[in-house]
Nanobody, 124 residues
Framework: QVQLVESGGGMVQAGGSLRLSCAAS????????MGWFRQAPGKEREFVAA????????LYADSVKGRFTISRDRAKNTLYLQMNSLEPEDTAVYSC?????????????????WGQGTQVTVSS
């Protein structure tokens, strides 16, 4: 059984920064790709960023490229998302997920395990 727990969300003004963390309780996640997704009220869940098992091959949605950075610490079983220059459009519940393979993907169907999410609110 794999448990993923996100933290680091909160409220910030436009232009500010937040750093999200995703802690995994199972060893298996160290050998799988991982990703971040977000969902705003009344909207579909959308891809944010992904990373391969070894920390390489980062992927980003066009809407966050240049502002967000995904990284991971395999020894600590922890995934991170550094978010800079936040905008009101970034307001959403952010969830981390573990892929079915060793690589990350922008397709939510490729992920096997999901966390419950952490709220990020950006005010103007």
């Amino acid at each position: 059984q794999v448990q993923l727990v996100e933290s680091g969300g909160g409220m910030v003004q436009a232009g500010g920064s937040l750093r999200l963390s995703c802690a995994a309780s199972a060893r298996t996640t160290t050998n799988n790709g991982m990703g971040w997704f977000r969902q705003a009220p009344g909207k579909e869940r959308e891809f944010v960023a992904a990373i391969a098992w070894n920390g390489g091959s980062p992927l980003y949605a066009d809407s966050v490229k240049g502002r967000f950075t995904i990284s991971r610490d395999r020894a600590k079983n922890t995934l991170y998302l550094q978010m800079n220059s936040l905008e009101p459009e970034d307001t959403a519940v952010y969830s981390c997920a573990a892929s079915r393979s060793a690589y990350g993907s922008g397709d939510s169907a490729q992920y096997r395990y999901w966390g419950q999410g952490t709220q990020v609110t950006v005010s103007s």
